[in-house]
């Protein structure tokens, strides 16, 4: 079987697919025995515009084929004859109890894969008892998407140069009772997707020839999208001074990621905010190291689903060394290429108390809204399932290294820095 050549929905499966906009649809999305159907059905009934949004990383994508590939190496323990009736998959993430140890990542102009994305996706993730995070740059506001679910999400807040504006989005996110802020670190700069930069994204996407006849061709999507009013960035518009229309809200998004964000301002974030705070994108022992002397309630290893530096190592291979180094002092989750409960199962066994999926959501999200995202989330519980009683596991937090078989890793990570705290 060759291994995968883009794209985590490749992994596993022995041919790439030709062109995945392509293909015809083989069932409906409840058919569908696992991820890799909802990404092709998905690939059918979005424009390609926001399709290669999603499916693609930075530069060469290196780190955003190998966060897929890298799980492989992590083999399982079969344990047989052990009894694993009535397994447990509840457990807890940051103090809230979760059906399974999974919660929503931020996906920013998640409104864009489907007309009214955030609400679906959260509505979803509510009934099924996990945690919904909404992204800064979303397409429904903090405030709609409060007033349109039943019970809290989190915010995912990026730093902008402009700090009033970022300490309103905190307190809007406060008065709106989010129950936990993720901020994330890792995109200080952005890290070019060269996809993006060919198809002119944006949002809502320009009516150019080629993007008007892709359009054409996803009926269901067009539909959506003319019955929302929800089609730009909401949590922005109409809440920054000077940005009135399209052209200045594009030019100030991309000049606002804040590059002087350190460690002195993820602590005054902190106390500004005053509740459950998770620190998002560390991918590194010293980062681990820090993160877990702030005080956080939790730090996600992630490389932004391979969107930010390419060339990172696969955040898998990364999660050893960080819970060998602050594992006990902080809970740690992961991030990046899960796409089966096989690799939920891998994540937990290394030592992490839970996960978060991006883009295996946001594939069930595109084929079929609420509906799809219900089915992304059903097809991991159950591989999850079946996979910890095939390891000889009944409750999800007995689940250790003891589940695993360690591959030597491909590189050697440096020791913990202890001089780092001075330097930082
Ligand atoms: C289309 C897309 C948009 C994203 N937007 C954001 C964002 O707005 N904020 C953020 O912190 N992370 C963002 N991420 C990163 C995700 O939160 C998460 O770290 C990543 O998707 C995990 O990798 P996976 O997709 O392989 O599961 C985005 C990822 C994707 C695929």
Redesign the pocket.
Known sequence: MALPKAG?FLYGRPEPLANPQDVPEPMTPAQAPEIADLHDLYARRVPKMFYD??ETGSYTTSTFID??AAMAKFRLRQRVARNIDQRILQTTMAGETVSMPVAL?????LGMQHADGEIHACRAAQKFGLPF?L???SICSIEDLAANVSKPFWF?L?VMRDRGFAADLVARAKAAKCSAL?L?LD?QVLGQRHKDTKNGLSSPPKLTLPNIMNMMTKPRWCMGMLGTKRRTFDNIFGHVKDVGDMTSLSEWTNHQFDPTLDWSSVDFIRKQWGGKLIL??INDVDDAVIAAGLGADAI?V?N????QLDGAPATIDMLGPIVDAVGGKVEIWL????RTGMDIMRALALGAQGT?????Y?YGLGAAGEAGVTRALDILQKELSVTMGLCGERDVKDVGRHNLLMPTLPFEVPPPDVKAKKRR
């Open positions: 985590g949004y999603c966060n897929t990542a931020p996906i920013g102009s995070t992204s800064t740059m995912q990026y993720v994330t995109l998002k994108g996600v992630s932004h689903g391979g969107r991030d990046s290429g899960i978060m999926i991006g883009r295996a946001v």
